[in-house]
């Protein structure tokens, strides 16, 4: 297959005139500049082509809370309520249709590897399936059948809250489902779970300190480090988080992560909002990761994070839609420097590059996946294409293009997603999906009470 793109994003620069060759591994065999027209055979591919986008945060069944929960007010902690009593409908058949539904939605905005945060393990009271990987690979095969990529997360979660002595407080009913009762329980049933097809690979997660003691972090930190996978923990989302360690273990949670062996080139920090200059210091000279996930952050209340400090200490960020208040990638780049206009009062923190490479290449290395993200000879071959004549980004010459998707595009914008050389959106349509907000309204329609 070969495409002929009017404009495309080659290494922080808009080239007129871009042939991507792609071979049949679903790599990028050439990439042509300079060719005025699409040569013979060649699909055109008019706008601006980009690398595939990574959401490297997601919990898929959070999106049947869209709407319900923007009713009166609030705060995170009754949000999370709402939450509970979503996750309690759940069966592995409703959520291999809720999931494929939402992944559809992803790659019409252009989202082409999905991270997958995932602690629905078990029945509504506990009680093991049959197979107790069963909500996984429901999750694998909504994956497979919405064309993008997944990297599942198995996340760690054995407590409702840090205890006295650093031992977690006993699960209250709702988050059962979510526990294997200890670390090591949870290493064993990780390591049985062995997902079919190339489109997915496998990571782990700590859900916070708050759900993880203390003693258990090192066993999820060994089981990642021993298989060279990723490792995602949510960090410091809420202050109330932060005054919990800090009383039981006289320390944040940055550092007690740091001390149990957490932190490293493999860990994505989840969110990082309430940080200390010591943890940002720890973040980023340790090399670990930081996905920031501003429409979440925003509509949960939960503040800004310090994505440039983070950004100078070493740390890479990427971009994460979390909880799917909107699934939006373009609105979640532009929020970084947004938000650090709104906190500091001057412009200019992040360039559209920098912000392209954090919703693109940056964000495909934290899902474990180094080899996508960039138009290249030898990458995987998923891309993007983006109008360059709707009515939010018409105007700017070609040149600024760049520009123009990150400030004022949204996932409405896009018109072409490719996977593996293969189109999996056309011309704003999903090639294998029918009806997305269909699939999501009945998939949504399901699940209530």
């Known amino acids: 297959m070969?495409?002929?793109?009017?404009?495309?994003?080659?290494?922080?620069?808009?080239?007129?005139?871009?042939?991507?060759?792609?071979?049949?591994?679903?790599?990028?065999?050439?990439?042509?500049t300079g060719v005025d027209a699409p040569p013979r055979g060649a699909v055109p591919l008019r706008g601006l082509t980009l690398p595939g986008l990574a959401n490297v945060h997601s919990h898929a069944f959070h999106r049947a809370l869209r709407g319900t929960v923007q009713v009166g007010s609030g705060t995170f902690w009754?949000?999370?309520?709402?939450?509970?009593?979503?996750?309690?409908q759940l069966t592995p058949g409703s959520y291999y249709a809720l999931a494929r539904a939402v992944y559809a939605e992803m790659a019409l905005a252009g989202i082409t590897c999905v991270g997958e945060f995932h602690y629905l393990h078990h029945?509504?009271?506990?009680?093991?399936?049959?197979?107790?990987?069963?909500?996984?690979?429901?999750?694998?095969?909504?994956?497979?059948?919405?064309g993008i990529r997944l990297t599942l997360l198995d996340t760690a979660y054995l407590a409702s809250g840090i205890g006295p002595h650093g031992r977690g407080q006993p699960l209250a009913r709702?988050?059962?489902?979510?526990?294997?009762?200890?670390?090591?329980?949870?290493?064993?049933?990780?390591?049985?779970?062995?997902?079919?097809?190339?489109?997915?690979?496998?990571?782990?997660?700590?859900h916070s300190v708050r759900a993880v003691p203390a003693g258990e972090l090192s066993t999820v930190a060994a089981w990642a480090q021993e298989r060279e996978a990723p490792l995602h923990v949510h960090l410091s989302e809420q202050t109330a988080e932060n005054a919990a360690c800090e009383r039981v273990h006289g320390q944040s949670p940055t550092a007690l992560l740091a001390e149990h062996g957490v932190l490293g080139r493999r860990t994505t920090a989840v969110h990082a909002t309430h940080l200390s200059d010591g943890d940002i210091s720890a973040l980023g000279g340790s090399g670990t990761g930081v996905c920031m996930c501003p429409t979440t952050e925003r509509d949960l209340a939960d503040g800004i994070g310090p994505a440039p400090a983070l950004r100078a200490a070493g740390a890479t960020v990427s971009l994460g839609s979390d909880s799917h208040a909107v699934i939006d990638l373009f609105e979640e780049a532009r929020a970084l420097e947004l938000n650090e206009r709104l906190r500091s009062r001057t412009r200019g923190h992040w360039t559209a590059g920098q912000l392209l490479r954090a919703a693109t290449e940056d964000g495909h290395a934290a899902l474990g996946w180094p080899?996508?993200?960039?138009?290249?000879?030898?990458?995987?071959?998923?891309?993007v294409t983006v109008a360059l004549d709707s009515v939010r980004t018409a105007?700017?010459?070609?040149?600024?293009?760049?520009?123009?998707?990150?400030?004022?595009?949204?996932?409405?914008?896009?018109?072409?997603?490719?996977?593996?050389?293969?189109?999996?959106?056309?011309?704003?349509?999903?090639?294998t999906v029918p009806a997305v907000a269909t699939a999501l309204t009945e998939a949504i329609a399901s699940l209530r009470p």
């Open 371 to 383: 080899e996508a993200g960039r138009l290249e000879r030898g990458a995987l071959a998923d891309f």
């Open 174 to 206: 709702q988050q059962l489902r979510f526990s294997d009762g200890t670390a090591g329980a949870w290493a064993e049933r990780a390591a049985q779970f062995k997902p079919e097809g190339t489109h997915v690979r496998t990571g782990a997660a700590i």
């Open 123 to 146: 029945g509504p009271g506990g009680e093991r399936y049959d197979d107790p990987n069963a909500m996984g690979h429901a999750l694998v095969s909504a994956a497979a059948d919405a």
């Open 395 to 431: 105007g700017p010459v070609a040149r600024l293009a760049g520009e123009s998707a990150v400030f004022a595009a949204t996932s409405a914008d896009v018109r072409h997603t490719v996977v593996g050389g293969r189109h999996v959106v056309r011309d704003g349509e999903h090639t």
């Open 2 to 32: 070969t495409y002929w793109c009017e404009n495309a994003w080659l290494n922080d620069i808009v080239e007129p005139g871009v042939v991507l060759d792609i071979g049949a591994d679903g790599r990028f065999g050439a990439v042509r």
């Open 78 to 88: 009754t949000w999370r309520e709402a939450m509970y009593q979503t996750a309690s």
